[in-house]
């Protein structure tokens, strides 16, 4: 598949889920309202779905939400495309998540084909843990992911950069990330929703954020990509693989490679425009066929660069949906 400039798509994020067990705050205002049952997409819709998009050349998912291990059928969901991974249709099968279910999950997702996972985790201070998340346990989240690695399972770590919060904890992360072979991603904020705080004040460039990894090791740049828009370095001598993800400070939409599914059914060309196609009215109103149709519109909107730099001096506004319904 090939967008209008000739971008070429064959990654889709799927959000499971809008509902989350955190509320970590640049992502939702502390009292959510999630949408209802009925607008979700079932456990079948979402499966015939990824299979009509799967025909049509994506070759890597990934599973995100909200947090898509609260979700009641979640194991069926990765079961079945993990046997997509299986047969040689997709290539590799990955979720985000913020590691409080790993515990409990770990197992069934290495069985299935999950072979990597993101966590979502911005420090390893106990008492920032909560503040950020609203009240989780940081020990919770530890034990998920070494019962992941020990599953066999590989972890990189997703640490969100925010302007005098949690820049101290850097080097901290840095150092447990490197000792327990977790490849760090550090990633600057988007102006996705009211989440109740001031976006331009918490925003910092990756670049400001990794300076005291800097001013302690060497970063090397390396060739490494993963499906995703990260670019990498190597941090010497501490032996850690570092990507750090700039849409604000270093756009990377030209390779721009995915297209994202809603909880509700919607495919969101890109993260930081509203155009977007309903495939759930479609299937539920017209049937499976109606995703081919529609696909070739998503390709047709899918814009050449996202908004976020002007949502964020507010020459534009800032999007109403929040990260949680799009998918992190």
Excluded: W
Aim: with cysteine; glycine share 8%.
């Amino acid at each position: 598949m090939q967008d209008g400039f000739g971008r070429k798509i064959d990654y889709l994020r799927i959000s499971v889920t809008d509902r989350c067990n955190f509320r970590c705050q640049y992502c939702m205002s502390e009292k959510m309202t999630f949408m209802p049952k009925s607008e979700l997409l079932t456990l079948e819709e979402i499966t015939l779905i990824a299979e009509r998009f799967i025909g049509h050349g994506i070759r890597k998912i990934r599973l995100t939400g909200g947090e898509p291990l609260v979700r009641r059928d979640m194991g069926d969901v990765i079961q079945r495309l993990g046997r997509k991974v299986q047969s040689g249709e997709l290539e590799e099968l990955t979720m985000t998540t913020n590691g409080s279910l790993l515990e409990e999950y770990a197992d069934h997702i290495a069985n299935h084909n999950v072979r990597r996972i993101n966590v979502s985790m911005d420090t390893l201070n106990p008492e920032r843990f909560r503040e950020i998340t609203r009240g989780a346990d940081i020990a919770q989240v530890l034990r998920g992911i070494d019962a992941a690695k020990n599953a066999g399972i590989r972890v990189k770590i997703n640490m969100v950069g925010l302007r005098d919060f949690n820049e101290t904890d850097l080097l901290p992360m840095a150092e447990y990330c490197a000792r327990e072979g977790h490849d760090l991603t550090v990633i600057e904020t988007m102006p996705l929703g009211d989440v109740g705080a001031d976006r331009k004040l918490e925003h910092i460039p990756a670049e400001e954020f990794i300076a005291p990894l800097t001013r302690e090791y060497d970063l090397e740049p390396v060739g490494y990509r993963s499906a995703g828009p990260a670019r990498y370095h190597m941090v010497r001598p501490l032996g850690l693989r570092l990507g750090t993800i700039t849409p604000l400070s270093q756009n990377f939409c030209d390779g721009c490679n995915r297209l994202r599914l809603t909880t509700d059914g919607k495919i969101f060309m890109c993260l930081g425009h509203n155009a977007h196609v309903d495939l759930r009215s479609a299937v539920r109103n017209e049937g499976i066929e109606a995703v081919d149709r529609l696909l070739q519109k998503a390709l047709k909107l899918k814009p050449l660069r996202h908004e976020f730099n002007a949502q964020l001096d507010g020459s534009a506004d800032i999007l109403e949906r929040h990260m949680n319904v799009t998918g992190g």
